[in-house]
C-alpha cells in the first residue's frame, strides 16, 4: 500500500511538473529531444533514461503476464513510457499496485 501511495504522490507532482514545463516552453517536445541529442554529455543522461525505461516496460510487460491479461491492457503504458518515461511505470504502479508477494 505505501508502494502505490508514493507512486501516485509522485505521479501527480511530475505530471503537473512535466505539464507546467510543456505550458510555458518555447520549443515542441520533439525539438527539445532533438537538442538534448546533439551533445555527448546530454546524450548520454537521454540514452540512460532510455534504457531503464526500456526496462521498466519489460517488467510491466512481464508483470501483466504474470496476471493473466491481455497485452492490450499494458499498452497505453508502455506508449506512456515511450514519450514521457516515467508517468508510464508510476500510472501502471498506481492502477496495477503490486502482486501478492508484494514484488513491483
Same mark, same amino acid.
Do not use: H
Given at each position: 500500500m505505501a508502494l502505490r501511495f508514493i507512486a501516485l504522490v509522485s505521479l501527480v507532482l511530475f505530471s503537473l511538473y512535466t505539464g507546467w514545463t510543456l505550458l510555458i516552453t518555447e520549443q515542441s517536445l520533439v525539438a527539445f529531444g532533438l537538442e538534448l541529442m546533439?551533445?555527448?554529455?546530454?546524450?548520454?543522461?537521454?540514452?540512460?533514461?532510455?534504457? =531503464?525505461?526500456?526496462?521498466?516496460?519489460?517488467? =510491466?510487460?512481464?508483470?501483466?503476464?504474470? %496476471?493473466?491479461?491481455?497485452?492490450?491492457?499494458?499498452?497505453?503504458y508502455l506508449l506512456l513510457t515511450a514519450v514521457f518515461v516515467s508517468?508510464?511505470?508510476?500510472?501502471?504502479?498506481?492502477? %496495477?499496485?503490486?502482486?501478492?508477494?508484494?514484488?513491483?
Open positions: 546533439s551533445r555527448p554529455d546530454t546524450a548520454q543522461v537521454v540514452i540512460d533514461l532510455y534504457l =531503464m525505461a526500456g526496462l521498466s516496460c519489460l517488467w =510491466m510487460v512481464k508483470d501483466n503476464r504474470s %496476471r493473466g491479461s491481455s497485452a492490450l491492457t499494458v499498452l497505453p508517468l508510464g511505470p508510476l500510472l501502471y504502479l498506481v492502477i %496495477r499496485g503490486v502482486d501478492k508477494e508484494g514484488q513491483a
